[in-house]
């Protein structure tokens, strides 16, 4: 399947449109007013010897936040006019251009610029030196795409000719400690066709990856390890691939893909089991509340999971993109678009809140260019026709291979809806494909043309492909089953283990205790009726509840315990002895996960699993009013 550019695609009002809006108009602005404060940007001005400014403490990666953020710009300015933007990104790209030495080498924790600096590549392992490169890269790239701006396309390209003169055989044999730079040389190729990009890529992935010694990335037999890294060698592995169609990587990403859905990918779509190292767990090591999940894992785990989409064309790795996106992404940024988680929980007793800025602050910035590159995300093209992969209202303009040009419009309140009209306006009637994927969860889809029943038929988890000869304003309309269900672990996940959770179309339900107030969180249970696989939840849309939700409400239990006789009850005892806990029947409220931590409630606890319940009892300590505490 082939990308289509990003300023082919507009998003409408629809679910993703307020996202990119608080992007571009507080996340980015804020976000560089940090950078500022912090001396992000004085560190090159000071490096250019354009002034007489300290060196401000940063961390090894710090240059590339100030990169991802450009790059942001650039994938905004394809999209919308952003004039704020654009003149603090015209300021900032003369400062980088001036601190680059002439030899095209830049990064500004060597002696050239940093008290504690070092020459150059020597600490490869730690010190993110070709991490930054490859960020630097992917900036100038977007914003000469964006821009026509060639400035910093110049920079990065420089940057890339003394990589290609220090690296490669019987050269540098050696890779940076943290991927990237695999991603950003095989882009830059695709950019400037100048092939010896592709190769340096390709020199570069052969070898073992220098943190942790791990094997190249074909020859790699399972996840392990730093989880982000991981995900972003696959994706250089990936694009790779895409360029050079060389089978013996492709089969390798598709064992390890198994690998991560099989038994290290959270219900929510994050990433990565533990603290230490930032790295992946045993297979079913996914514990709750200390999970890791950094937000930058599942940025890149979906650009991983895109560009295995592209590479098969199969649906389950959009579904995983999509599960991503809505819930283990979406939870890393605030509804203000200014405040960020780092790590992901999927449990908490409150006290875990997002913040503007970080010590190691990889992720603000990331999600800052993941939304403002979304619209690219929606629609391939390919020699079939066309493809849709994600659902929002908006309209697209895209060109075939054989040049024919296609308009769609797609109108839709998906995820809250699922209802899907896509109109399709060819620029003359012609015969192809349009492919409407069907998540693994949609069971009873249907599909209509012009308001007859499609004749073609999918299964969840493919694609509906509707072949004709398409007219102008030819109608499809998709009625996609939202409907509350629940879902259990592998029996493996101990944590989980005689527990369910709550989804809803692709969105990942979680219990706080702003909606569940005088109970313990932990403590819900859920009371579903045999058979019933809804829980018996229905969906409330809530206009005015964290810009605009559907909450789900249903029967539940609450565990009640006087505080006296919970300190009576020993640690451990014989099971079946003494008093048990009483449970009395609650109604019970979630909101989808990502909204979690944005009301400012300092006392909020949430909780995602939730324990099967055992037959209802009345609670002895108190009336099982509606309104009892």
């Not at 930054?132 to 060639?150: K, N, S």
């Not at 005689?498 to 109970?519: H, K, M, T, W």
Request: glycine fraction near 10%; aromatic fraction near 10%.
């Amino acid at each position: 399947l082939r990308a289509v550019p990003l300023r082919a695609v507009r998003l409408g009002e629809g679910f993703w449109s307020p996202r990119l809006e608080a992007n571009a108009a507080a996340g980015m602005p804020r976000f560089l007013r940090d950078m500022e404060e912090h001396g992000v940007v004085d560190n090159f001005r000071r490096a250019a010897g354009r002034a007489d400014l300290p060196w401000r403490q940063a961390s090894f990666a710090s240059e590339s936040d100030l990169y991802k953020w450009l790059e942001a710009v650039g994938f905004v300015l394809q999209t919308q006019e952003a004039p704020h933007l654009r003149e603090a990104a015209e300021g900032i790209i003369e400062e980088i251009a001036a601190a680059q030495g002439p030899d095209g080498y830049l990064f500004l924790h060597t002696s050239l610029s940093s008290p504690e600096g070092y020459e150059r590549f020597s600490q490869l392992e730690r010190s993110h030196e070709l991490y930054c490169a490859g960020h630097l890269m992917q900036a100038g790239i977007a914003y000469y795409r964006a821009t026509g701006d060639e400035r910093l396309l110049r920079v990065g390209t420089r940057f890339a000719e003394y990589l290609c003169q220090e690296f490669g055989p019987g050269k540098r044999e050696v890779t940076d400690g943290h991927p990237e730079v695999e991603m950003a040389l095989i882009e830059l190729y695709r950019t400037t066709e100048e092939r010896r990009y592709l190769d340096l890529a390709g020199f570069f992935l052969s070898l073992p990856q220098s943190a942790g010694n791990l094997p190249p990335i074909a020859e790699r037999p399972a996840l392990v390890g730093h989880a982000v890294r991981s995900g972003y060698i696959c994706c250089g592995g990936a694009d790779w691939y895409l360029e050079t169609g060389e089978e013996g990587m492709r089969a390798n990403l598709c064992r390890l893909w198994e690998d991560l859905t099989r038994g290290k990918l959270y219900l929510t779509g994050g990433v990565g089991a533990r603290h230490e190292g930032e790295a992946f767990g045993e297979p079913y090591e996914l514990p709750n509340a200390r999970a890791y999940a950094e937000t930058c894992a599942a940025i890149a785990h979906a650009m991983w999971a895109w560009r295995m989409l592209l590479i098969t064309g199969e649906a389950r790795y959009a579904d995983v993109l999509e599960t991503i996106l809505y819930n283990g992404f979406l939870s890393g940024v605030s509804l203000s678009g200014d405040q960020y988680f780092y790590m992901n929980p999927l449990a908490s007793d409150g006290g875990y809140r997002r913040v503007p800025w970080f010590g190691c602050n990889c992720c603000p910035p990331n999600v800052h260019r993941m939304i403002a590159s979304l619209p690219g995300y929606f629609f391939t093209v390919s020699e079939k026709g066309v493809q849709v992969h994600l659902y929002d209202t908006c309209e697209a303009l895209l060109t075939l291979p054989d040049g024919t040009a296609v308009r769609l419009e797609v109108r839709t309140r998906y995820p809250w809806e699922g209802k899907v009209e896509v109109v399709v306006t060819p620029e003359a009637a012609s015969e192809f494909t349009v492919s409407l994927r069907l998540p693994a969860w949609a069971e009873g889809a249907v599909a209509e043309v012009n308001g007859e029943r499609a004749e073609a038929e999918a299964a969840p988890g493919t694609y509906l492909a509707l072949r004709r000869t398409w007219q102008a304003g030819d109608r499809i309309t998709l009625s996609l089953p939202l409907q509350p269900r629940l879902v259990e672990s592998h029996p493996r996940v101990a944590e989980n283990r005689c527990a369910i959770a709550l989804q809803r179309g692709p969105i990942v339900y979680c219990f706080e205790s702003n909606d569940n107030p005088l109970v313990s969180v932990p403590d819900l249970a859920l009371a579903p009726s045999e058979g019933d696989t809804t829980g018996g939840f229905v969906a409330e849309w809530q206009p005015d509840l964290l810009a605009g939700v559907a909450l789900l409400r249903g029967p539940g239990r609450a565990m009640c315990m006087p505080c006296a006789a919970e300190r009576e009850v020993p640690l451990y005892r014989t099971w079946g002895c003494g008093s048990q806990q009483a449970r009395y029947e609650k109604e019970v409220t979630a909101i989808p996960y990502y909204a979690w931590a944005n009301r400012g409630d300092s006392a909020m606890r949430v909780w995602l699993p939730l324990a099967h319940a055992g037959e209802g009892v009345t609670c002895p300590h108190h009336p099982p009013a509606e309104t009892s505490p």
